[in-house]
């Protein structure tokens, strides 16, 4: 055990950079010691092992089957020695300097606005940069620091961290439901005032999931359709008619009552495709320190789950 104490980072470091290089003298020149030294740390090394750890030769050293097993070892080790070292360097600093955020339009007026204050404060060194736009952006050519965004995440070039999981809901006013012919499934929706939104694609079908829980799709019209979700909400809530929208736009009419919920025993969407609520930033090992810092308060914000959230 006394032996086994005795095998140092720099220990590690010095076998791991002669497995890698696979010469003592080339290993001597980079550290700047003399190549017997390095040659007597790996022989203190095994005689603290028990074990052959190289296999030496005139042309090269070569590492035993024991050599690669505590090579790989030393290699995490050393990885966790380094994060350890570099997370307690950036606890000794303040998140600084200007943070570039991009993102969707209306979620940015709804849950991102409202909390940069508490950002400012909580960071009073930190600038903050807020671009709105429904756009796609790519963070590699527009200098952006962190996206939020809403949708699929299927870049293997960018991180992500996820919030929460979009949850849909068909909604209307107390107005309109008083009014408005019963609703039992999701085909009596066709009798009703359907206010849709209409992207670059064409109008949003709505899907409900049926009885053997394979979605269905359905094509409703109104009296209005908007490429504005903010206008389709609005209208909902003066009793125009129904909506089916993400609970991060709508769960605090729901909450409220000002929306109701309906048909709410059908599941309901107007994507078939996995939808994440999520912070994304170019891929790197460690994202700056401002970066982490304004993706942690949102996390904290959020909550698990999140805020917006109905039931």
Same mark, same amino acid.
């Given at each position: 055990m006394e032996d086994l104490q005795q095998i140092t980072i720099r220990t590690m470091r010095l076998f791991v950079a002669i497995v890698e290089l696979g010469n003592f003298s080339e290993v001597a020149r980079r550290e700047g010691i003399a190549a017997s030294s390095v040659s007597r740390v790996v022989q203190q090394l095994e005689s603290a092992l028990q074990t052959q750890l190289l296999y030496r030769n005139t042309r090269a050293v070569v590492p035993t089957e024991a050599g690669r097993l505590f090579a790989r070892y030393a290699r995490s080790m050393l990885d966790q020695m380094n994060e350890a070292q570099w997370e307690l360097q950036q606890q000794e600093h303040e998140p600084s300097g200007l943070v570039r955020l991009n993102a969707p339009v209306v979620f940015g007026q709804r849950h991102i606005a409202p909390w940069l204050a508490e950002l400012g404060e909580r960071f009073p060194q930190l600038n903050i940069e807020l671009m709105q736009t429904d756009e796609f952006i790519d963070p590699h050519r527009d200098a952006t620091d962190l996206l939020f965004r809403i949708g699929v995440l299927n !870049? !293997?070039?960018?991180? @992500?961290?996820?919030? /929460?999981t979009p949850q849909y809901h068909l909604a209307a006013s107390p107005a309109y439901l008083a009014h408005a012919p019963a609703l039992t499934q999701p085909a009596d929706l066709y009798q009703h005032n359907c206010l849709v939104y209409r992207g670059f694609t064409g109008p949003q079908r709505w899907f409900f999931l049926d009885s053997d829980q394979r979605w269905q799709p359905h094509t409703f019209s109104g009296s209005l359709t908007s490429n504005n979700a903010e206008t389709l909400v609005s209208a909902a809530l003066n009793g125009m008619g129904m909506v089916v929208f993400p609970d991060w736009l709508i769960g605090d009419a729901l909450k409220n009552g000002t929306l109701v919920p309906v048909l709410p025993q059908f599941a309901v969407s107007t994507t078939?495709? +996995?939808? @994440? =609520? /999520? /912070? =994304?930033?170019?891929? /790197?090992?460690? +994202?700056?320190l401002k970066v982490r810092a304004v993706i942690d308060f949102f996390v904290e914000k959020y909550g698990s789950p999140a805020y917006w959230q109905y039931r």
């Open positions: !870049s !293997s070039t960018l991180h @992500a961290r996820v919030f /929460a078939l495709e +996995p939808q @994440a =609520i /999520a /912070a =994304i930033y170019p891929n /790197a090992r460690r +994202p700056p």
